[in-house]
């Protein structure tokens, strides 16, 4: 269950300044004291710590904390897929057969069976079996690149917040990366045409802290990964957006209530 006032927004600044605020009850100009004293604390976290527990309180768990991301994407119709059927892993986009990676797959006449692992084109079949990984250069490694989105690599992903001069290196805002390993494969050029007709998106979600996964050494106690977080908020809060990756379990996904807004991606203009 989220507790109220949990949230975890670190998409702005602006943003960062109020989810360390609303987390710990540190004003911000009680934060901005201890700017410049970075020096006298081995690490960021120690800082945080301090200010935190002479100051405010420690959130229990971020288990706690409902994190608000985004997921970028590509699409021809304004994400309709995802207004009616949420943000979905590879595997479940591809089995949804309205979903634009399954009906531009089809359209170029290939099909995928996920339970066999066998993809067809043009009646040509390709095991992608998922395994040990072949030398790189051969169709081997085309057809298992394939497997390991599909079987190892498929659950979804978002940022908490991005770079803004420097692209993630998916390039998701351009293409699925999926599409990267069928032209691979097959010798096609389907990423071009998918970004030549496709334009960029930014869905923003919500998410619990029960629904990810934690982002560094699982071992750490409860009170070192909730510091973990808080460090990343006092970071943005202070300074410019970095590359924060929040990753889903497997096997979840976003329903279409979880999602609070689509809209026209803004980041990576120049990319």
């Not at 604390?41 to 985004?70: M, R, W």
Request: some cysteine; overall charge negative; proline content about 4%.
């Amino acid at each position: 269950m989220i507790i109220p006032n949990m949230i975890y927004d670190i998409r702005t600044t602006e943003y960062a300044q109020r989810t360390l605020t609303n987390l710990t009850g540190v004003p911000i100009p009680v934060w901005e004291q201890y700017l410049g004293h970075e020096r006298e604390y081995k690490y960021t976290d120690y800082l945080v710590a301090d200010v935190i527990n002479t100051h405010g309180y420690l959130p229990q768990s971020y288990k706690d904390f409902e994190f608000v991301y985004f997921h970028i994407t590509t699409s021809a119709n304004g994400c309709a897929s995802f207004r009616k059927h949420g943000i979905l892993d590879l595997k479940q986009s591809y089995l949804c057969h309205d979903s634009e990676l399954r009906e531009f797959l089809e359209k170029h006449d290939i099909y995928i069976d996920l339970d066999e692992r066998i993809l067809t084109y043009c009646g040509k079949a390709f095991d992608i079996t998922f395994g040990a990984c072949p030398r790189q250069d051969t169709e081997a490694y085309n057809r298992w690149s394939i497997g390991r989105k599909f079987y190892y690599d498929y659950t979804t992903c978002g940022f908490l917040s991005v770079w803004e001069r420097t692209p993630y290196g998916g390039q998701v805002h351009r293409r699925p990366e999926i599409l990267m390993d069928i032209d691979n494969l097959l010798g096609l050029k389907l990423s071009q045409e998918w970004m030549s007709t496709h334009d960029p998106y930014e869905i923003v979600a919500k998410v619990s802290g029960e629904e990810i996964v934690y982002d560094s050494d699982d071992d750490q106690s409860d009170e070192d990964k909730v510091l973990n977080y808080l460090t990343k908020a006092y970071y943005t809060a202070f300074g410019e957006p970095s590359e924060n990756i929040l990753l889903i379990k497997n096997h979840i996904q976003i329903p279409p209530l979880d999602i609070l807004e689509i809209k026209p991606m803004e980041h990576w203009k120049d990319y």
